[in-house]
């Protein structure tokens, strides 16, 4: 374990994680109206360490080469504290946290990308739909031509698909 700096920990802070040896890890102190999170590490990079192999960088055309690496093994406990801060509903919740989505707006409808991280292909993949703004009902179809399965859950559109490794899902 490297050394670190001693601390002194405000009063009013609450650690909410430790390291091995005790010592404070990630604290919260209210101010004002919100709250302020410190880390004493850096969890982007804690998040990202497990998914990158211990071997030297390489720019070759092999197969097994660093540069067609897809990460997906990065620490869970690192993208729960990472997510823990952000009070806010997503637009669109996909049931693997490795799939990447972003929307695209226009008059025509709504286009949203579905990018899979995760190396692998996803069955029975589920995107709920959190904008009040679109009631996807009308058409729905992927990019792919592959099959959609529309349901409601809570009032909100759920789309069920295969997804390997991208794909648009198209609301109009």
């Keep these: 374990m490297a050394n670190r700096v001693a601390v002194a920990i405000d009063a009013d802070a609450k650690v ?102 995760s190396g692998r292909p996803i069955k029975h993949l589920q995107l709920t739909l959190n904008l009040a703004t679109h009631d996807p009902a009308k058409e729905v179809s992927l990019a792919s031509g592959k099959l959609v399965h529309v349901s409601r859950k809570t009032g909100k559109p759920v789309f069920t698909l295969d997804l390997e490794i991208a794909d648009a899902l198209i609301l109009r």
């Design 16 to 117: 909410e994680g430790q390291f091995v040896d005790a010592a404070p890890a990630v604290t919260l102190k209210g101010t004002g109206k919100g709250q302020a999170c410190y880390s004493a590490f850096l969890p982007g990079l804690t998040y990202f360490k497990p998914a990158l192999p211990k071997r030297p960088v390489d720019r070759s055309s092999r197969d097994d080469s660093l540069c067609h690496l897809v990460p997906s093994n990065f620490d869970p406990g690192a993208a729960r504290l990472i997510g823990s801060l952000a009070d806010f509903e997503r637009p669109v919740l996909a049931s693997d946290p490795l799939v990447e989505t972003t929307i695209i707006e226009a008059k025509q409808g709504t286009c949203i990308t579905l990018n899979n991280w």
